[in-house]
């Protein structure tokens, strides 16, 4: 028996209703709307413009009861809602887990991209039901919705990682997802 024996949570099984986007048994949930992404779309005056008209949910992320504290490996499911703004496909603000920290995600339905960004370089993992995404440490990482249905998958992190998102602003995310011809575009991240 390890000295981490005794634990915030006992062990168990959290069980996810995909058709009702529960966890049960839950934690907190968080929802993110448009208002909640100022400084990340390109396109600002689309950006205010989409907040003006109603301020739509773009993201909203489910979290099991596994708390977020160091040696815990806490869980949550996000669903990003089809859209685009500014022909910039709907996404997470994106974030870098300070002192550098690994996480994975599992697609669990519809279609996303997994824009990972160290600095310097840039990496593209196309998303989808079954497919896992690996962060190393040390890489911001953004979810797009790619596809024209709801995308959600699973994220497995530590839970004494915390999240920057200051080092997206400040560093942005390397390229942007727009929506092509043919899907998705991958552009230059450009300021403004
Ligand atoms: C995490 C995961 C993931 C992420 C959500 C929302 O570290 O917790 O990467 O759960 O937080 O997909 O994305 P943002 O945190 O960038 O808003
Ligand atoms: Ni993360």
Redesign the pocket.
């Known amino acids: 028996m390890s000295q981490y024996h005794a634990v915030p949570v006992p062990p168990m099984s959290i069980r996810f209703d995909q058709a009702a986007g529960t966890l049960s048994p839950e934690g907190p949930t968080l929802t993110?709307r448009m208002s909640d992404l100022e400084g990340l779309f390109r396109d600002h005056e689309a950006w205010e413009k989409a907040v003006a008209d109603g301020d739509p949910v773009v993201?909203s992320?489910i979290s099991s009861p596994v708390p977020e504290i160091d040696r815990e490996l806490p869980q949550?499911i996000?669903t990003i809602q089809p859209g685009t703004t500014g022909g910039e496909l709907w996404m997470?603000?994106?974030?870098q887990?300070p002192n550098h920290q690994g996480?994975i995600y599992l697609g669990i339905s519809g279609r996303g991209g997994l824009l990972m960004f160290d600095g310097t370089e840039t990496r593209w993992v196309e998303m989808t039901p079954g497919t896992i995404g690996y962060m190393p440490p040390g890489w911001a990482?953004?979810?797009v919705n790619i596809g024209d249905e709801p995308y959600s998958f699973l994220?497995v992190?530590p839970g004494g990682?915390g999240?920057d998102?200051g080092w997206v602003l400040e560093h942005g995310m390397g390229l942007r997802a727009l929506s092509g011809a043919d899907g998705v575009e991958l552009v230059d991240y450009v300021e403004g």
Do not use: L, N
């Open positions: 993110r993201y992320v949550s996000t997470t603000k994106g974030h887990h996480e990482h953004r979810s994220a992190y990682a999240h998102y």
